[in-house]
């Protein structure tokens, strides 16, 4: 078994569930990042947020750090939190059995610290389970904020990375049922975290 997977296809918070599902306690234990949606009193999403991993499984104490605000439109984006914070949460995840990127394949990818310290994680020999933006998302994200093709070309990069890689495993679940999907991840899960 790869000692990468990244899931991709479908929608965001499919992605992510099937994760937080899958690792269930074994989140507390994981280095990395979580993007979690931070709503207003009306419900609505007013922004996103990046989290240590560990948060998503209700480890307190941990700080968080807002990198969209979309309380107007179009959203702000703050490229330090990525730029700092991502980063560092990149360079922590050796400390940990393993590491958790939900969401990776997005203008964080323009950001020279995160993409170094993401390189860095690929490189090394910590598993890792994730969420991988498709071309189409990248490519919504890269228009609603006017990115150019720069974008595009750091996102196709890092996507054609992960797919050549012998140790990663790239699940479309567009092609792959949920049900076998989960039952992937959570034989990943037995054997790395």
Not at 101 to 120: H, K, M, S, V
């Amino acid at each position: 078994m790869e000692k990468r997977i990244f899931l991709t296809g479908s929608e965001e918070e499919t992605r992510s569930r099937l994760i937080r599902e899958a690792l269930h306690e074994k989140l507390a234990w994981a280095g990395g990042f979580v993007i979690a949606a931070e709503s207003g009193e009306s419900g609505y999403a007013e922004g996103y947020a990046l989290r240590p991993a560990a948060a998503a499984a209700g480890v307190e104490g941990l700080p968080s750090r807002r990198f969209l605000d979309c309380r107007s439109w179009p959203p702000q984006r703050d490229n330090e939190v990525f730029r700092v914070f991502g980063a560092e949460l990149l360079r922590e995840a050796a400390l940990y059995p393993f590491a958790v990127l939900d969401e990776i394949g997005g203008y964080e990818t323009l950001i020279p610290q995160f993409r170094e310290a993401l390189e860095a994680l690929l490189q090394s020999t910590l598993p890792l389970i994730g969420a991988l933006k498709t071309p189409e998302e990248a490519d919504a994200w890269r228009q609603l904020f006017g990115l150019g093709e720069r974008m595009t070309q750091q996102t196709e990069r890092l996507r054609a990375s992960l797919a050549s890689d012998p140790d990663t495993r790239i699940l479309d679940l567009n092609e792959t049922p949920e049900a076998e999907a989960l039952a992937i991840l959570r034989s990943w899960v037995a054997a790395f975290a």
